[in-house]
């Protein structure tokens, strides 16, 4: 049972670069999110996905594009890379955009932008 | 709008003492809680949640938490920790409605000494 799995790992970009975060799930879930986690900073929602279809932004969507290609997967497109954009980066699902539901979370991907 | 805090960053204890990780949140609505685990290198998993009724939830795995509503606190407790404990852990508080509305703390450290 994979759950949520995000690639790469662990990427490292110069500035002005453009690189897309690949998420896929395979719990049948309708709701998917983009999250970035920085020290001391918790997690931040960058964008979400209610439900196959949609897109909309979330705390902090400046500098990313998304796309929900199909139920299963979801990603995150860094057109043109910024050191401010070194973070770990988190895909997460939930069955349905309540939040009364918990998030189900990818490994991560350890970007650094140089 | 809402916000969590988590006072303590970092919480060193030894193994088979007692623990608490301490959560507030400030909310104007009812909130649901959580309390999300990250392992080394993983990604994030639910711990445990309080949506409604007993005040008091547990996890599989000695974990528990109260939700104290006039103190709006939701602290995590363990009578004795092992090694294993060793992680991150994140308070979240979401109002009703979707996933934007979700608010993760900025984490505590737990680490467990032998």
């Known amino acids: 049972n994979a759950g949520v799995t995000q690639t790469p790992k662990f990427q490292v970009l110069k500035t002005g670069q453009s690189m897309t975060l690949q998420c896929a799930q395979d719990?049948?879930?309708?709701?998917m999110y983009w999250y970035r986690q920085d020290p001391g900073m918790g997690l931040r929602l960058i964008y979400y996905s209610a439900s196959e279809g949609t897109t909309d932004k979330g705390e902090v969507p400046n500098g990313y594009n998304v796309s929900r290609l199909n139920k299963r997967e979801f990603s995150l497109r860094l057109e043109s890379a910024a050191p401010s954009q070194t973070s770990v980066y988190f895909c997460?699902?939930?069955?349905?955009?309540?939040?009364?539901?918990?998030?189900?979370f990818g490994q991560g991907t350890r970007l650094t932008v140089v | 709008a809402q916000s969590v805090t988590q006072l303590d960053s970092q919480v060193p204890v030894f193994e088979e003492a007692p623990v608490e990780l301490r959560c507030n949140y400030s909310?104007?609505?009812?909130?649901?809680l959580f309390w999300y685990v990250q392992y080394p290198n993983q990604g994030l998993q639910l711990l445990l949640k309080y949506l409604s009724g007993s005040t008091l939830v547990e996890s599989i795995n000695g974990f528990e938490a109260e939700f104290n509503k006039s103190q709006t606190s939701f602290h995590l407790r363990k009578p004795s920790v092992h090694i294993s404990d060793t992680a991150e852990y994140f308070c979240a508080v979401s109002e009703p409605g979707g996933y934007q509305k979700v608010t993760f703390g900025t984490g505590t450290k737990l680490q467990v000494i032998p």
């Open positions: 909310s104007s609505v009812s909130v649901y």
């Open positions: 997460a699902s939930s069955p349905l955009d309540r939040g009364r539901t918990e998030a189900f």
């Open positions: 719990m049948n879930h309708n709701s």
